[in-house]
């Protein structure tokens, strides 16, 4: 793990850095933001200047609350990537009610360059338990080296933490990138980086309990 006073990176698979909260009890005030980055993917010879060989990479999370209520928000719960407000539940979350966690909208690849972003707000932390953060390959080969993928969680008052997928090859599509945890004094970030062959098979590995069908965009 590296640390410097404005960025903290997880280098290693199980790497975790904890924010005390307890010295900022009513100074977050600002929405905390989870996003993804990756490059686009390159365009080789020939045939990569005859077909678009964008990677579009697609962002989402489970969410457990303390009631116990778990759920999942990613770009296939929407229509379209489209969803809805912020200030209504939709598939897409919500951002000022409960899960307090709202999509901002799937970005689609080449056309825009700042990745696709989950916000949490921070009136609701006293209900969130924990979140897996994931991206998946949504059409396409599973072409991960390409990516440089990172994931940042922006804290307001606290150094950006940073989850770097690396160089990994795998054949499957689905990558579960980071846990965070919730707890009344603090919020704790954890390097997962495994591969999974779908939404399923994660909530599988890291106990969701959640029911499935395919979905489309």
């Known amino acids: ?23 900022k009890a009513g ?24 077909f678009n060989n964008d990677i579009d990479l697609d962002l989402g999370c489970f969410y457990e609350l303390n009631n116990g209520e778990r759920n ?4 296939l719960q929407f229509s379209q990537g489209l969803g809805g407000p912020r200030n209504r539940l939709t598939r897409q979350g919500q951002y000022t009610g409960k899960p307090w966690i709202w999509h901002t ?13 989950i916000i949490v707000n921070p009136q609701g932390l006293h209900d969130l338990k924990r979140m897996v953060i994931y ?3 949504y059409d396409g080969a599973a072409r991960w080296q390409e990516t440089n993928a990172v994931v940042t ?3 307001p008052g606290s150094p950006e933490i940073e989850v770097q997928m690396g160089s ?13 945890l919730f707890t009344a004094d603090s919020i704790g970030v954890r390097k997962l980086v495994t591969f999974h062959t779908s939404h399923g098979e994660c909530d599988i590995a890291y106990n969701w309990g959640l029911q499935w069908t395919s979905g489309s965009k």
């Open 1 to 23: 793990m590296t640390i410097n006073l404005q960025k903290i990176t997880l280098e290693k698979k199980g790497d975790t850095h904890i924010i005390d909260l307890s010295k």
């Open 27 to 50: 100074s977050i005030t600002q929405e905390i933001n989870i996003n993804l980055n990756w490059s686009k993917g390159t365009k080789k010879g020939l045939f990569g200047s005859m």
């Open 72 to 75: 999942v928000i990613d770009g």
């Open 105 to 117: 909208g799937d970005d689609r690849g080449a056309a825009a360059g700042s990745g696709e972003n």
């Open 135 to 137: 991206c998946f390959i």
């Open 153 to 155: 969680v922006k804290v």
């Open 168 to 180: 990994q090859a795998s054949l499957n599509k689905f990558c579960a990138i980071a846990e965070i």
